[in-house]
């Protein structure tokens, strides 16, 4: 009888904390077996998500080869209902401040610390929003045909001098189709969510095209899809869209300055998490 009564506790113990797991899952906490399989069906259903609508706007883009400028707009459409998509499924709270930012053509660019910050770009970029992106991308399944497709932009950033041509040639087109650009300053994705040098790619596109430059800042999307894993943690996140800042003045011989006054505004605004170590070290020298 005995041996029985502490049978079943231990099984009701047992049973409480998997319970607990369940819940802190729910709540959006990571401990326990039970948060894990709620992450891992997330993503199942998240990527099952996206093959089937990245399919139907395949087809969309195929009948519309003919008119390049309807496909970008396609595309935009399809990233507005994808991208918002995907992360109700992954469950990540979002907060968005400055929407009103968006009401204007721009190149909008964003810090890049993990995928989810793509699926947020592609929700948020206005229509008429062209992207550009490593060249290798045509060979992401699926994903990268679609964007191919879409008419956005790729460039060889393994040459330096090519790559700058490239921007000159998104310039122009921008320009000439009234279009918006967005990209990733950083060229690469931060592996610990620290903000990393910025690439001149997009003051180069600015002096082009004199549209102004709108900052989108993302914070905590690095704690809610780590570095190497394929585990999304529903943690919240931000995005703060801040007031575009005027080109048509810039002047080619203070390209160096304006990459680093546009990088300081993100400086400004993410969390000490998120800054470069140089420039906590300022601050406390300060």
Partial sequence: MDVATSSERRWLQWARRQAAAYLAAA?????????????????????AAMMVTTAAWAVVMLLLLPWPCERIRQGNLYGHVTGRMLLWILGNPIKVEGLEHLNTRGIFICNHASPLDIFLVMWLAPAGTVGIAKKEIIWYPLFGQLYVLANHLRIDRSNPAAAIQSMKEVARAVVKNNLSLILFPEGTRSKNGRL?????????????????????????????????????????????ILPPVRTDGWEEERINEYVEMVRSLYIDNLPDSQKPIEALATGKDD
């Fill in 27 to 47: 709540a959006g906490r990571d401990d326990g077996w039970a948060a894990s399989a709620v992450a891992a069906v997330r993503v199942v259903v998240c990527f």
């Fill in 196 to 240: 990393l040098p910025f690439k001149k790619g997009f003051v180069h596109a600015a002096l082009q095209t004199r549209l102004p430059i709108v900052p989108m800042v993302v914070t905590d999307t690095h704690l809610a899809w780590r570095n190497g894993s394929l585990r999304v943690r529903p943690a919240p996140l931000t995005v703060k």
